[in-house]
């Protein structure tokens, strides 16, 4: 069982997702006494008799005022048993964007639902989001429990829709749990609940500490985006050429036969430094800087990857996006596309589907992509680009499409990363 279990929290807003990731804050002592300190000031101003839990996470002025979550929170707590690093993801529907961007790297997701509202559109559109973005495992938390009295019947209610639309996106049995919880109580968020006598399953810490957690699959041969060539031309170091980023996958060591992209030279790695000196091996996540035994005209946005399993050098992208802008997608578009440190024009050419995450179901042929539409789009850019499959390399398989005219994110997209239809 791996020490390390990145989530995610999603779900329609006032479902209480700050309330629980604050809950498990404050119950694994992971809170410090200045931050306790605040909330405990903030909610007595606010006229409340107990800590309001969702301020350890709503951080932002705008947020607290609002009683929203706004953008992506990332918190760090640790049990005996094991280390978390959670993305509190927003909840309306206008921000569905961030909750691309907290669950890209999560290998397991809580999707939070009102107990007395059951299972409501967003909470069908983020559970479709987590299906395309391959989170292997669900915890549909039925938060509120005991505004409807600890009532069983309605948790099953609740409980069977869900794992029927879960399954319906291609999650295995085994892989969803659903618990009853009250993240403003306590019930069943660290210790199980004397309130819910019927529910025989664990706790919800109890469950994210002994979960086994699949390998990555995005982490297999070597990706190295260059995003740095280092030339000091000092008196010390008058010959060193150096290419720092950090490793999207698999893992590097010197002597290592690699591939560079999109050029496709062959070459041999002679060091891997870091500001700590050389390593004998570093892996997926690190920083370091490749010298390579072989001098090659190689720039920021080239990738270094391992032999085997090269990547498809490419100028057409057949990809599913998540369309996260206000004005609509159609087709002849011209945007950017930014790959790793790469960035190149691209025009849009076909949108071959929309996925409506409802009925999950696909239309052909659609005119556009509005706000928080999915659909599967071929783009042509104006370079030759090293691609992955999202499914068999994450980092190397995702990228932003962006607007030229003023920079901002318009859609995530992901090369190949089929639909979640039913029938598949």
Do not use: C
């Not at 409501?120 to 009295?149: F, S, W, Y």
């Not at 260059?226 to 720092?244: F, L, S």
């Amino acid at each position: 069982m791996t020490d390390l279990l990145r989530l995610a929290t999603a779900g329609s807003v006032d479902d209480g997702k700050s309330t629980l990731v604050g809950r498990l804050l404050y119950d694994t002592k992971s809170v410090l006494a200045d931050q306790l300190d605040a909330v405990h000031r903030a909610s007595v101003d606010k006229g409340l008799s107990t800590p309001d839990l969702s301020l350890l996470v709503d951080g932002l002025r705008s947020e607290r005022e609002q009683g929203i979550t706004i953008d992506v929170a990332y918190r760090y707590f640790a049990t005996p048993r094991r280390t978390f690093v959670l993305a509190d993801t927003p909840g309306h529907v206008q921000y569905t964007r961030n909750t691309v961007t907290g669950a890209s790297t999560a290998r397991l997701a809580i999707l939070l639902v009102d107990a007395r509202k059951g299972v409501v559109e967003q909470t069908r559109r983020h559970a479709a989001v987590l299906a395309l973005l391959g989170v292997p495992r669900l915890v549909l938390a039925v938060n509120k429990i005991d505004l409807v009295d600890f009532d069983e019947g309605t948790f099953e209610v609740i409980a069977k829709e869900f794992a029927t639309h879960a399954a319906a996106l291609g999650y295995p049995r085994g892989s969803v749990l659903t618990i009853p919880v009250s993240a403003l109580r306590g019930d069943n968020v660290v210790e199980p609940s004397a309130n819910t006598p019927w529910y025989t399953g664990p706790a919800l810490l109890e469950h994210l500490e002994t979960v086994p957690v699949e390998p990555d699959p995005h982490e297999a041969a070597l990706r190295f985006p260059v995003q740095y060539v280092i030339r000091p031309r000092t008196p010390e170091h008058p010959d060193y050429r150096g290419y720092a980023g950090q490793i999207a996958a698999g893992s590097v060591r010197p002597g290592d036969e690699v591939v560079v992209l999109p050029a496709g030279r062959l070459t041999r790695v002679t060091r891997v430094d870091t500001p700590d000196g050389p390593l004998t091996e570093a892996t997926a996540g690190r920083s370091v800087t490749l010298l390579l035994a072989d001098d090659i005209d190689i720039s920021r946005g080239d990738l270094i990857v391992g032999q085997g399993q090269l990547p498809v050098i490419t100028d057409e992208l057949d990809a599913t996006l998540a369309w996260l802008a206000d004005k609509p997608l159609r087709a002849g578009a011209r945007v950017l596309v930014k790959h790793g440190a790469r960035t190149v024009q691209a025009i849009v050419g076909e949108l071959r589907t929309r996925f409506d995450e409802q009925r999950l179901s696909t239309v052909d042929a659609p005119e556009s992509l509005a706000l928080n539409e999915i659909g599967q789009v071929t783009l042509r850019t104006s370079a030759p680009v090293p691609v992955d499959d999202y499914a068999t390399h994450g980092r190397t398989g995702a990228f932003l499409v962006i607007d030229p005219a003023d920079g901002t994110t318009l859609a995530a997209g992901l090369v190949g990363a089929p639909l979640p239809v039913r029938g598949r």
